[in-house]
């Protein structure tokens, strides 16, 4: 059974920091790795999807990479805004016949004050 | 705006109360989840459906029953509430954008208090 664990499970920085969101999954099959925001009281929106064949996607300030053999992620930020601040989330998909369920990490609520 | 709708968005229960919930996606989406999200857990999938008519159990289906007759809707039942059914319950619709390849459309969430 596939866990997904994040860390830290809080994170509070100023602005203009880069920081690094960590993301481990026991179950090296993993098909495809998604990190995912949620701002309060809203449902989550996609950032970034990495590939099992994919090291990594960039988006904006935003770098995503994927370390199967490690069973490791990670969510890169550049120059923090307090416009970021916002819960990350990420999820495994299985693939095969997984007909795209996710397994979600718990999160990490991450606060950019001025 | 095309997406993804719950209602209601609030609720409160008394322990043994039953209820919907409601799921609409107007994106002809064929796959369809009910996760619920409880503090420090992260989200867990509860019952997910690959088509109309289909439903399958996921990580969490004890307590609750679904319902696919309509492709658009997706029906989430609670038939005997009990308080460790309260949590944030999200619905989500996706479609297969190449192997293993998911787009993926969440609703902003159901927060259900059952006391």
């Known amino acids: 059974k596939q866990e997904v664990t994040q860390i830290p499970a809080a994170l509070s920085v100023p602005e203009g920091e880069n920081l690094v969101l960590n993301c481990s999954f026991t179950?090296?099959?993993?098909?495809?790795l998604q990190w995912f925001r949620q701002d309060p009281g809203k449902g989550l929106t996609s950032l970034l999807l990495i590939q099992s064949s994919q090291r990594e996607q960039t988006s904006g300030r935003l770098n995503a990479s994927l370390d199967k053999s490690s069973g490791r992620s990670t969510l890169y930020i550049a120059a923090s805004q307090p416009g970021d601040s916002a819960t990350y989330l990420c999820a495994g998909n299985a693939g095969g016949t997984s007909y795209g369920k996710l397994t979600f990490g718990q999160g990490t609520i991450l606060t950019v004050h001025p | 705006n095309a997406g993804v709708t719950q209602t209601p968005k609030f609720r409160v229960l008394k322990t043994g109360q039953s209820m919907t919930l409601l799921c609409a996606q107007d994106m002809n989406h064929e796959y369809m989840y009910w996760y619920r999200q409880d503090p420090g857990m992260g989200l867990r999938l509860i019952h997910y459906?690959?088509?109309?008519?289909?439903?399958a159990k996921g990580e969490v289906p004890d307590g609750y029953n679904v319902s696919r007759l309509k492709k658009q809707n997706f029906l989430l039942g609670l038939e005997s509430a009990a308080p460790s059914q309260t949590s944030v319950y999200f619905c989500?619709?996706?479609?297969?954008?190449?192997?293993?390849?998911?787009?993926?459309?969440f609703g902003s969430g159901t927060r259900l208090t059952v006391v």
């Open positions: 459906s690959v088509g109309e008519g289909t439903t």
């Open positions: 989500a619709s996706s479609y297969a954008d190449g192997p293993g390849h998911y787009g993926y459309t």
């Open positions: 179950d090296s099959a993993i098909y495809n």
